[in-house]
């Protein structure tokens, strides 16, 4: 691919990622919640790492298929758009607290995601078109993505114990 698909291909997924956000503006009223804090835990951090790890690991599995690429824009969205419901909440809540998880979101796991979601669309739409590529990069993208939300879900449970 050229390198103005590699630009388009990045476009779209982060235009379906603010649309998400954007949406959930729009349909999601603001409203109180409670943030305990129970400290760092490792149960903490399990909760944490699976609640994030899912949407890398529900992407990687699409790329493999055929029609992948599809599903993984209604992942992307559904991300955006559980972000954007964060960011109603705590803006309106913790506006501290909401700062510091967008730079780690923006550091870390967005970053992630992307490349992610990307490598899982470029995959699956050639498997879709029937063209061989090599999947070393795709299954060592993966274990890298494992170790940065472990990293990624540690500094959440630290910066919740301290802003929350």
């Known amino acids: 691919m050229g390198k103005k698909n590699n630009n388009r291909g990045l476009q779209i997924i982060a235009t379906l990622y603010i649309i998400g ?17 129970d400290g760092v835990t490792v149960l903490g951090i399990i909760k944490t790492f699976c609640l994030n790890y899912w949407y890398i690991f529900i992407m990687w599995v699409l790329g493999l298929s055929i029609i992948g690429f599809i599903f993984n824009l209604f992942v992307i969205f559904f991300r955006g758009f559980v972000y954007g419901v964060l960011v109603i909440y705590l803006i309106r809540n913790n506006f501290t607290y909401f700062f510091a998880i967008t730079i780690l979101d923006l550091i870390l796991f967005l970053p992630l995601f992307f490349t992610m979601s990307y490598h899982s669309i470029i995959t699956s739409y050639a498997n ?17 993505s494992v170790v940065l939300i472990f990293i990624y879900s540690c500094l959440l449970e630290i910066i919740g114990g301290i802003y929350a």
């Open 21 to 37: 956000i954007i949406s959930s503006f729009i349909i999601v009223s603001p409203g109180t919640i409670q943030i305990t804090n």
């Open 128 to 144: 879709y078109k029937k063209n061989h590529i090599k999947n070393d990069f795709y299954f060592k993208l993966m274990l890298i």
